[in-house]
C-alpha cells in the first residue's frame, strides 16, 4: 500500500469515536490472526445499546476475575463478590440500570457451581425491542400459520416451513440475529397445556 | 396483612395474546437465537423446540434425558446447560429440548427461570412484573 493511502486510513481512523476505533482495532486483530471473517457481521447489534460497556469488559476483564462488576458507561461503578453488593453501590450512585456481569473464569468458586442449579450471571443486558415486530404480528401472524418466521426491523425477513432454511435466509438477507416466531393461528383451539 | 413486593421491569403483552409470551434470548457457545416462549409456572422445567435447539449448534440427545409428563402422555426431552436472557436478566439455565420436531410452543417453568426470579402477573392488565432473585441478598 502506498504511503499517501496509509496516511489516509489512519487519518478516517483518527476520526473514528472511540468505540469505533476499538472496533476497527478489534477486527483488524481478527484479520491478521485469520479468525473467521464473518464474526463482526454476526455479533448480536443488540449489543450497540452497551458498546462502551462491553469495550470497558473486553479492555479490564483480567483485572476483575470472579467478581461482579457494576458499569455505567466505560465508569466502574463497584465491584465485590455479589451481586447484592454492587446493586447497592451502583444505587448509591443514582445509577438504576447499571450493566451487572459476573466475570468468571472455568477454575474459579462461582464456575465451579456450574450445574448445581440455575444463577444469574448478568442483569441489565441489552435486548432488543421487539414491539414493531409484534405490531407486524399482530397484523399478518395468521397469514403465516404453522411457518417460521424471521423478522427484523419492524417487517418479515424470511418464511418457511424448516427453521434452519429460515435462518439461512435471514443471514443471507443480512439479519443475523433475527426473531424468530413459530406462527399460530386464530382457529387454534385455546391451549390447556401439555 | 398486606404485602409489598418490588419489581424492576414491568413488560406490557396482549389481551389477544395466547398465553403470556416473552421474549427470549438462548445462547450456547458462540451462538444465539432469539424467539418467543410462554410464561408457564406449571411447568417443572424449561422446554423448548428441538428447532431452536439446532440453531443453536446442540447435539440434543448429547443432554440429559428427561422424561416429561403431559396432559396427554409423555415427551421426550434432553436438558442443556445454556444461557437464558429474559426481560434483561441473564441466568445459566438449564434448559430441555423436545427429542421430536413440532413442539408447539416453548414454555419457561420453573427449573432453569422461575426459580432464579421475582415474578408477578396480573392478567386483567396484562403486566408482567420481573426483577431477579438474588439469593445472597
Known sequence: ?194 | MSFQLTFSRRHKYEETDSGIPLNVILQFGGSEVECAAKVDPGAQFCLFRREVAEQLGIDVEAGIKQNLRTLNGSLVAYGHDVKLITLKVELDSYVCFAKDYGLPRNLLGRIGWLRRIRLAIIDYDQELYLSDYNAQD
Open chain 1, 1 to 194: 500500500m502506498a504511503a499517501a493511502a496509509v496516511e489516509k486510513v489512519v487519518s478516517e481512523f483518527e476520526q473514528l469515536s472511540p468505540e469505533q476505533q476499538r472496533e476497527a482495532l478489534r477486527l483488524l486483530r481478527q484479520k491478521l490472526n485469520g479468525s473467521a471473517p464473518h464474526e463482526a457481521v454476526t455479533r448480536p447489534k443488540r449489543l450497540n445499546e452497551r458498546a462502551r460497556e462491553y469495550a470497558w469488559l473486553e479492555e479490564h476483564r483480567a483485572e476483575y476475575l470472579d467478581q461482579w462488576v457494576a458499569l455505567d458507561g466505560d465508569r466502574l461503578l463497584s465491584h465485590g463478590p455479589t451481586l447484592a453488593h454492587v446493586r447497592r453501590e451502583a444505587e448509591a450512585q443514582g445509577v438504576e440500570d447499571a450493566l451487572m456481569i459476573l466475570i468468571e473464569t472455568a477454575e474459579g468458586p462461582e464456575f465451579q457451581k456450574r450445574g448445581k442449579g440455575d444463577r444469574i450471571v448478568a442483569v441489565n443486558v441489552p435486548m432488543p425491542d421487539r414491539s414493531r415486530e409484534h405490531e407486524w404480528l399482530k397484523q399478518h401472524e395468521h397469514e403465516y400459520a404453522g411457518q417460521w418466521l424471521a423478522l427484523d426491523d419492524g417487517r418479515l425477513i424470511s418464511h418457511g416451513h424448516s427453521m434452519k432454511e429460515v435462518a439461512a435466509e435471514a443471514k443471507k438477507l443480512g439479519f443475523p440475529n433475527p426473531y424468530f416466531v413459530h406462527a399460530e393461528s386464530p382457529d387454534d383451539l385455546p391451549w390447556a397445556g401439555f
